[in-house]
């Protein structure tokens, strides 16, 4: 099992520490509903250095790039991301990534940790034209800095004015006494903040200035746990869970980054699936009554028959209440459908509703 340059850190901060993704990752340090409501009111930070990073460049990063995403990467612009995914031949999704233009000729791809060796290795069975790629994924730490105070903490630690970064944009720049360090207005949390990719030899010095910066405003750190809860409050899709090597794009709700302007693999039937109509939708609901939903609960009609399954199940530390998403058979996938979740031999109400589950 592999270590973050970090994971000593967590142990000495008494965090519960289990197996993911074949990393030793911190799970919680004091408990999910607390974390959850740090990141929502002030400012968490997350150790994600699992994630995986590829760098693609020279002449052909474009087209290579073009070729295995969903989404049209011609339009970014130096310091922009972008949501994406990697669509394989059999209609499913090989992994889902955010690529980032770092300049003319240089994207980095961002991968799910489970899915590294196996995204590296299909996006170089691509590579006919010849891009420079590599895998980074060794060298790099990433911190997800979340919640709305995010900003005003970090500010300090860098010479660029944080709240001008908008959205999906990133910066290289000066951070906590490093150059050429990646600031990314990005997240998996909904409150805003920013990620911070730097090198593992940079990480603990940053880390520990990070806390520094932020003590004034109530900075704790966050387990993977809190994350979970806090992605799936905003409907976000989790790799392995809602997305997976037979969930189509359009099926996912994810036809917003599936652009057919260009070629990619499998874009002439995602078109055709586009066209037909799919025959199942993720969906998202919210239970009626009081009960957790979890993930392979199976979904049923009033009459009791298997109308799908639950992919993500909470119960929501902002609201309260239960919350789920899960694929349905199209015809039950109208705001406001009622459905019922089978909880061991109990059905239990539940209503479709539109995303995100927390509005700020």
Not at 111 to 136: Q, T
Not at 172 to 188: C, L, R
Not at 201 to 219: M, P, Q
Request: net charge negative; hydrophobic share 40%; aromatic share 10%.
């Amino acid at each position: 099992m592999k270590n973050t340059a970090l994971t000593h850190i967590h142990e000495s901060l008494g965090a519960k520490m289990l197996p993911f993704a074949g990393y030793n990752m911190p799970i919680l340090y004091e408990g999910v509903n607390a974390e959850h409501e740090t990141v929502r009111t002030a400012v968490g930070v997350f150790d994600v250095s699992h994630m995986g990073e590829f760098l693609v460049s020279g002449p052909q990063a474009l087209a290579l790039i073009q070729r295995v995403t969903s989404n049209d990467a011609a339009t970014l612009t130096v310091g922009k991301a972008q949501y994406s995914c990697l669509p394989n031949q059999h209609g499913g999704i090989v992994d889902d990534l955010i690529v980032y233009k770092i300049k003319e000729e240089q994207y980095l791809l961002v991968v799910n940790a489970s899915n590294i060796d196996k995204d590296f290795e299909w996006i170089s069975s691509h590579n006919a034209m010849g891009a420079e790629l590599k895998n980074l994924s060794d060298d790099y730490s990433l911190l997800a800095i979340q919640g709305p105070k995010a900003v005003e903490a970090m500010q300090t630690l860098t010479s660029i004015d944080l709240a001008a970064i908008p959205y999906y944009h990133f910066e290289v720049a000066d951070f906590a006494g490093f150059e050429h360090v990646i600031i990314s207005a990005t997240g998996y949390t909904g409150s805003g903040g920013f990620e911070i990719y730097c090198k593992n030899s940079e990480v603990e010095e940053i880390w520990n200035k990070v806390f520094e910066a932020g003590h004034a405003f109530g900075i704790k750190p966050i387990g993977l746990a809190a994350r979970d809860t806090l992605r799936l409050e905003m409907g976000f899709c989790l790799y392995g869970n809602d997305i997976n090597d037979q969930t189509s794009p359009l099926e996912a709700g994810l036809g917003w980054i599936t652009k057919f302007s260009k070629d990619f693999v499998n874009a002439e039937n995602l078109k055709k699936q586009k066209e037909i109509g799919v025959t199942k939708k993720l969906v998202a609901f919210e239970m009626q009554d009081r009960a957790v939903p979890r993930h392979d609960y199976e979904i049923v009609d009033a009459k009791g028959n298997v109308i799908g399954i639950v992919t993500s199940g909470t119960m929501s530390p902002s609201m309260n209440v239960g919350i789920g998403l899960g694929y349905v058979a199209v015809e039950h996938s109208a705001i406001d459908c009622e459905i019922y979740i089978r909880i061991r031999k109990n059905e239990v109400r539940a209503k479709v509703v539109k995303l995100p589950f927390y509005k700020k």
